[in-house]
């Protein structure tokens, strides 16, 4: 309704492709994002289409558009975002090398990222440096708990939460649960330290 009633509906194209995203249904998700790339695109846009469109193996059109929001010196944490699914094309499109380099500036530079650091485990557990990835998992799995253990405070505060931060935090506490779960699994099959 909204999108038939709005002369410019780009924000509805967005919500649109995001209900999409949370259903799973990331081609569908894909096409509204890219139907809301017109003259004023909001970061948030950039960074969910290059997300969607790597996991849809979109893989050049993802860079594209990370290419122009790193470009655009978006906020630190938007700009890490980026720079993540930067080396997350690099790893879909078999660039490893790459994509080991990207992701070891990435926690220099940005050392309490713990996707980052995930996903430096997996590089090196894919090129069998067992111990390597393990302190990468081990380091992972420290920034994951300090984050739940933040979270979880948050919502538990007396302070009011607007619905919009509440959802927000549920959201980080099921994405950083499910890392923890993915991380002690693999922490489980390399043995202990």
């Known amino acids: 309704e909204s999108e038939r009633l709005d002369f410019s509906p780009q924000q509805t194209y967005f919500y649109i492709g995001a209900a999409h995203a949370q259903l799973g249904n990331r081609a569908a998700a894909v096409a509204y994002l890219e139907r809301c790339m017109t003259r004023f695109v909001d970061e948030a846009v950039y960074l969910a289409y290059a997300e969607l469109a790597t996991r849809e193996g979109k893989t050049k059109e993802a860079r594209e558009k990370v290419e122009i929001l790193i470009a655009s010196r978006p906020h630190q944490d938007i700009a890490t975002k980026a720079r993540f699914l930067d080396a997350t094309i690099s ?34 557990l ?22 739940v253990t933040s979270a979880e405070a948050k919502i538990a505060s007396p302070a009011a939460l607007t619905p919009a ?13 499910s890392e923890r779960d993915f991380v002690q699994e693999r922490l489980k099959t390399l043995g202990a330290s």
Not at 101 to 121: H, M, Y
């Open 91 to 124: 790893i879909q499109e078999k660039d490893y090398t790459t994509a080991m380099d990207k992701i070891q500036r990435l926690v220099a530079d940005a050392p309490k990222f713990e996707p980052a650091w995930i996903a430096l485990g997996n590089l090196h």
């Open 165 to 177: 931060e509440y959802a927000d935090l549920r959201g980080q506490l099921t994405t950083l649960r």
């Open 126 to 147: 894919s090129r069998g440096d067992r111990d390597e990835a393990r302190e990468a998992y081990e380091q992972a799995l420290q920034l994951i708990d300090a984050a």
